[in-house]
């Protein structure tokens, strides 16, 4: 090299990162033509590593601190480069800053339903999600293994890896914390732990470290959901089955009649007009007698509403050509629902 290139060459003196904030794992020194001039310093911050790596080899690993770039605070890299003692030269290297901190609230979720084994339901389809914490433990095996020569390495590079083994350990974790799928919402802490157990060994071996992980929810997909609640539904029910069937009918009875009468016709009018009301009215007033424990006589055989509604067109059609006066249609009405209860 000339006088001159060696002039026009420039010398670092200083080496350091100050993180943007935006994410970054790891990151390159540029050093472009430039070389380090010999004691120069390099200054690495809380929650910062920094490595020299030599010809695609990692030479030294420095922690938080600074450290004046010696023979005697570059011995391997020294050695590699066969320098003499009094280590003169400037010298050029790579150098990486990796951030330690936490990498907080990274999300995962199942993009669709994972089936498990349930010891109350059997086989089962579960949707889950949560949020994981974790760190750069390891830069030395982070850098061999994943962020490599690249000038930048962010988390968003690393997150879709990091979700798939999330949910590739989560079916694993739920069969092994063995509890039935009706119990997962009050022991979520436990699957949490259990999952983030199996999760460990496969963040470090990235160089990585799990530093926390939640499950926020677990929940089934909507069509075994409303199963569920059916089933459910029953078991609260109980033995008053016939009470929840009359509290059903209850409801059911005024909207039908509110349909046939926005549907048109006589028997739909005449329905309209008071017949559903007045049968959820006799129906909730039985619902009430059986809830308070009042003691019931013997209920007539039932009559089926379509029956009802039916004979109640033709009554209504008779009343219409004056055939029925008004006080005996609404006597025969009021005979028609009582048959219902």
Do not use: C
């Amino acid at each position: 090299m000339g006088l001159m290139d060696f002039i026009k060459k420039q010398f670092i003196d200083v080496i350091q990162w100050t993180e943007d904030g935006d994410g970054t794992l790891a990151w390159r020194f540029p050093m472009a033509d430039m070389e380090i001039q010999n004691g120069g310093v390099l200054i690495v911050r809380e929650s910062q590593v920094a490595i020299f790596v030599n010809e695609g080899q990692v030479a030294d690993v420095f922690g938080p601190g600074t450290h004046k770039l010696s023979t005697q605070t570059l011995p391997l890299l020294t050695n590699l480069k066969n320098w003499d003692k009094l280590f003169q030269s400037p010298f050029k290297s790579d150098v990486y800053f990796f951030s330690t901190r936490q990498q907080v609230d990274q999300r995962w979720g199942t993009p669709q339903p994972v089936t498990i084994r349930d010891q109350d339901f059997g086989a089962i389809r579960l949707r889950a999600f949560g949020n994981y914490a974790f760190r750069v433990a390891d830069a030395r095996r982070f850098h061999t293994e994943i962020s490599g020569t690249r000038e930048r390495y962010a988390v968003g590079d690393l997150e879709g890896q990091l979700r798939g083994l999330v949910l590739q350990n989560i079916s694993n974790a739920i069969a092994a914390s063995g509890v039935p799928f009706l119990d997962l919402a009050a022991r979520q802490q436990g699957l949490a732990e259990a999952l983030s157990a199996q999760l460990a060994p496969e963040f470090a071996r990235l160089g990585l470290q799990l530093e926390a992980l939640t499950v926020q929810n677990i929940s089934l997909p909507e069509d075994l959901q409303k199963v569920l609640d059916q089933k459910i539904g029953i078991g609260m029910v109980g033995q008053n089955m016939g009470q929840f069937m009359q509290y059903q009918t209850a409801q059911a009875i005024p909207k039908l009649a509110e349909g046939v009468g926005q549907g048109g016709g006589v028997a739909g009018d005449a329905m309209g007009l008071g017949a559903g009301v007045a049968l959820g009215q006799v129906l909730a007033q039985n619902l009430s007698a059986g809830l308070a424990g009042a003691a019931a006589p013997a209920a007539p055989a039932g009559v089926k509403p379509e029956e009802v509604m039916a004979t109640l067109e033709k009554l209504a059609d008779l009343k219409t050509k004056g055939i029925l006066t008004a006080e005996e249609f609404d006597a025969k009405k009021t005979e028609l629902l009582k048959k219902l209860v």
